[in-house]
C-alpha cells in the first residue's frame, strides 16, 4: 500500500507564488514516477478530466504540460520519497485541486488532494 500526504496549497493573488509538498510512504519500487495532476472545481469525477501539471523521473528528468512551463519547477528528493511543486506567476485559471502522483509499473496511486486558489 502506498500514501501519499500533499501540503503546501492554498489562497494567493494572481503574480503570487506557492510550493506543494508530497511524501510518499508505503511499498513502493525505487524506480517511478512522481508528479502532479490537477482538475478544475466542478469537475471532481475522481480520475476524470484531472490533467498532468507536472511530473519528474526518478531519474530527475521532468515534464511540464505547456500551460505552466516557465511558470511552475518540478522537484524530488528521493532519500525523502518527497516530491515538490514549485509555482510561480500563477494566474486564476491555475485553480484547481491539486493531486500527487506516483505511477510504476502501470499502477497509479494518489493524494487526496490539496485546494490552490488564486484570486485575481
Known amino acids: 500500500q502506498v500514501q501519499l500526504v500533499e501540503s503546501g496549497g492554498g489562497l494567493v493573488q494572481a503574480g503570487g507564488s506557492l510550493r506543494l509538498s508530497c511524501a510518499a510512504s508505503?511499498?513502493?519500487?525505487?524506480?517511478?514516477?512522481m508528479g502532479w495532476y490537477r482538475q478544475a472545481s466542478g469537475k471532481q469525477t475522481p480520475g476524470k478530466q484531472r490533467?498532468?501539471?507536472?511530473?519528474?523521473?526518478?531519474?530527475?528528468?521532468?515534464n511540464y504540460a505547456d500551460s505552466v512551463k516557465g511558470r511552475f519547477t518540478v522537484s524530488r528528493d528521493n532519500a525523502k520519497n518527497t516530491v515538490y511543486l514549485q509555482m510561480n506567476s500563477l494566474k486564476p485559471e491555475d485553480t484547481a485541486v491539486y493531486y500527487c502522483?506516483?505511477?510504476?509499473?502501470?499502477?497509479?496511486?494518489w493524494g487526496q488532494g490539496t485546494q490552490v486558489t488564486v484570486s485575481s
Open positions: 490533467e498532468l501539471v507536472a511530473a519528474i523521473t526518478s531519474g530527475g528528468i521532468p
Open positions: 502522483n506516483i505511477a510504476q509499473y502501470g499502477l497509479n496511486y
Open positions: 508505503g511499498s513502493f519500487f525505487s524506480i517511478n514516477t
